[in-house]
């Protein structure tokens, strides 16, 4: 195939006959009367098929220590399952605590014990502040952004670069008091694909703050997703923050949610003494202990962190196909018009799509009218509003290889006549 012309440089006849053409092959597409789903990050049942012996675990009723796991207690979860991911996360046994079945559970636990009660460091109740701001990356993970739309605090924003936040903007923004934190996914950030550098990491880490108890919430949750042989490791936020004199800055996330089944596994968190003590201090007044017996399941099923890993991989199988797909049908319709840049993540559950300014919401519309459904556009911005109308999230891995092969080639059709349209308007 000839290489294509920027879309923008075609002469005025050119560009009719490109819309034309394109408006031609929408026709076609809405005509077949699809019903596509790429709105949400969720696992496939090929890959929850791959935890189903979880069905006949635990195959005992006591922990390691003789403990009955069926009986109330242990708080902090099972010292075998906080080993694992110990291992896996790269901190000490003693930092972790293992929970229900939700990492964002804790997430809103963290930041609602800190508006009621303060965190460490704090002068005061978070909701005794005249306002409290937290940096949201961008794009980034939406419900991080309705966490704290929820709770009434107010979001500012950084880009996220390829090696992570904007580390010289998220300074500037910590210099002011009201600023108590920040949402960082390290690994195969959300939607992006970006992965955190130990450079920027140590910055985080590091940085003045003109809050004490400044927080940097650390969601690892893709830590493991890994899309190639090349398995990147995540930066060591509590020693950097260690190492710096901040131990109580960062708390980390992490679960199982998309290692084993999305609606019953276990969440980890993970920080310094004194900050999962004060974790643990509050939670003890809205829960006697975690399901333990669900955490036993896991231990047995699971036997040590490589068996993570090797689960990991049989994961990889089944969704790097998919990213594939994605790539490929985007390169075919669209590769040399620039109408658009889309991220070629080495990890994690989406594909990020940059389309014209100005067309996101269309390109949403056209599909959504075509019988494919995608996120919203602006969804990874704070409160749905993207500035550039440009962003959209691309979620290939609950449906089937063929699914997404068809979705994305009517998605691509639907960028090009969305970019068509905006240049033919003027």
Known sequence: MSPRAPLATLSADELAAFRTARQSDYAELKARGLRLDLTRGKPSSAQLDLSDDLLRLPTSTRDRAGTDVRNYG???????????????????????????????????????????????????????????????????????????????????????????????????????????????????????????????????????????????????????????????????????????GNPDRPVMFASTSKITWAGAGVAVLAASPTTRAWYLQHLGMASIGPDKVNQLRHVEFFGDADGVRALMRRHRDLIAPKFAAVDDALRAELEGLEVAEWSHPTGGYFVNLDVLDGTASRVVELAREAGISLTPAGASFPLGQDPRDRNIRLAPTFPELPEVETAMAGVATCVALAAAEKLAAG
């Open 74 to 244: 242990g708080l902090d979860g099972l010292v075998e399952l906080r080993e694992i991911f110990a291992e896996l996360l790269e901190v000490d046994v003693a930092q972790v605590v293992c929970g229900g079945n939700s990492s964002l559970t804790m997430m809103h636990q963290v930041i609602s014990f800190a508006m009621l009660h303060g965190a460490p460091g704090s002068a005061r109740p978070w909701k005794d502040e005249p306002v409290v701001k937290f940096i949201c990356p961008v794009p980034g993970y939406d419900r991080h952004f309705s966490l704290l739309a929820d709770l009434g605090i107010e979001m500012v924003t950084v880009p996220m670069n390829a090696d992570g936040p904007d580390v010289e903007a998220v300074a500037a923004l910590a210099a002011d008091p009201a600023v108590k934190g920040i949402w960082v996914v390290p690994t195969y950030a959300n939607p992006s694909g970006a992965v955190c550098s130990l450079e920027v990491a140590r910055a985080l880490a590091s940085m003045p703050t003109a809050a004490p108890d400044f927080r940097i919430m650390w969601d690892n949750a893709y830590a493991l997703h890994h899309l190639t042989e090349d398995e990147v490791t995540s930066a060591d936020i509590l020693s950097l923050a260690a190492e710096a």
